[in-house]
């Protein structure tokens, strides 16, 4: 696919525009072509971490695409920008691209999530995409990669021939990790956390109802709530300031 993307910056980030369908013809034309990139699927939570860290802001603006992953983001782009956009979501991206790089035959690497998790994974993509070429697996530790270790990785994968990197390390590890790779690899990397969860069937999505009513995050918190209340109560209300704030410099310009 041809042609520059259209973006819209929304509190410092260049979010991509265009259809779902764009998104997927994109990345895997450029995984066909081997012209490498990689994915970042912006929310609420990627958002006010990249505004708290500018090192972080270069990793996620240095991605060929950013795509309007969380309703926060959404709204903003309506609310602020008035610039209507298609949700392309982590969760909604991982079946899709898996779909659309058996058909093109696109050969597949799964980076990131414990064994068990890539296992699920590998059985259902088996079930229902039988031709589908996934060519390896790695579940790295969970602590920082030494550089040898950064480096076997990246061997394994060159000599694999992988076309597209799936990596799940959660945000912000996982963009920085692409981010690394990125010189020195012409797969395309998408970064899709959750997603690997979901795929695998460990988790469960909020109904239809709730995300289209910007709710998902409210069903996500009732799950785990230990782990999330801090994420979402604070981080929203962190993310609701910044939009606001941005609202505010927009109508004075």
């Known amino acids: 696919m041809s042609g520059a993307i259209r973006k819209q910056t929304v509190i410092g980030i260049p979010i991509s525009l265009g259809s779902f369908q764009y998104h997927i013809d994109h990345i895997i034309g450029r995984a066909e072509r081997g012209e490498g990139g990689y994915v970042c699927c912006v ?3 990627m958002t006010v971490e990249a505004d708290r860290d500018p090192g972080f802001m270069q990793v996620v603006k240095g991605a060929e ?11 903003t782009l309506q609310w602020v920008h008035g610039v209507k956009q298609e949700r392309v979501a982590g969760n909604d991206l991982m079946p899709a691209l898996l779909q659309e790089a058996e058909k093109r035959n696109v050969p597949v690497f799964l980076y990131g999530g414990k064994e068990e998790v890539l296992k699920r ?11 589908l070429n996934i060519v390896g697996s790695a579940s790295p530790p969970y602590r ?12 394994r994968i060159r000599e694999l021939g992988a076309q597209l990197i799936m990596v799940s390390l959660g945000c912000p590890k996982q963009e920085r990790w692409m981010a690394r790779m990125r010189p020195h690899c012409n797969a395309v990397m998408v970064g899709l956390g959750g997603a690997f969860l979901l795929y695998a069937g460990v988790d469960t999505r909020a109904p239809e109802w709730m995300r289209d009513m910007s709710l998902e995050w409210m069903y996500r918190l009732a799950l785990e709530p230990r782990r999330l209340w801090k994420r979402y109560l604070v981080t929203n209300s962190l993310f ?5 704030k941005e609202r505010w410099k927009r109508n004075r310009s």
């Not at 609701?240 to 606001?244: A, K, P, R, V």
């Open 144 to 155: 920082a990669l030494s550089e040898e270790e950064f480096n076997a990785d990246l061997e």
């Open 65 to 75: 695409l950013a795509t309007a992953d969380g309703m926060p983001v959404l709204r």
């Open 240 to 244: 609701l300031g910044l939009m606001i």
């Open 121 to 131: 994974i590998k059985q259902r993509a088996q079930r229902e995409l039988p031709k």
């Open 43 to 45: 929310n609420a939570h």
